[in-house]
């Protein structure tokens, strides 16, 4: 259980994943569902979303396409490297 911000965290964990201990057998399930989900609302509205994997090289540039903006860079700042966690 999360002990932090006054329970904060728990009671979202419970709202949105049905219990407040993590458990990645659970919260892997719930986020598939919610992607599956997500799919379906815009199966027929492609121009209306864009799903990128952040670590393509060209991730950066479809982005700033999707959103209208010229590209600042090629391709996104990797800050964070090390971790392998994928759902």
């Known amino acids: 259980m ?4 006054k329970g904060w965290h728990n009671r979202m964990f419970k709202f949105i994943y049905g219990q407040s201990n993590f458990d ?5 399930k719930v986020f598939r569902q919610h992607v599956k989900e997500v799919q379906t609302y815009f199966k027929n509205k492609p121009n209306q979303i864009l799903v990128l ?16 903006k010229k590209p600042m860079r090629k391709k996104f700042i990797h800050l964070n490297k090390g971790s392998s966690n994928v759902c």
């Not at 999360?2 to 911000?5: A, I, L």
């Not at 990645?24 to 892997?28: A, T």
């Open 24 to 28: 990645p057998v659970v919260f892997k």
């Open 53 to 68: 994997n952040v670590a393509n090289e060209n991730s950066y540039k479809r982005l700033c396409s999707f959103i209208g």
């Open 2 to 5: 999360y002990k932090g911000k």
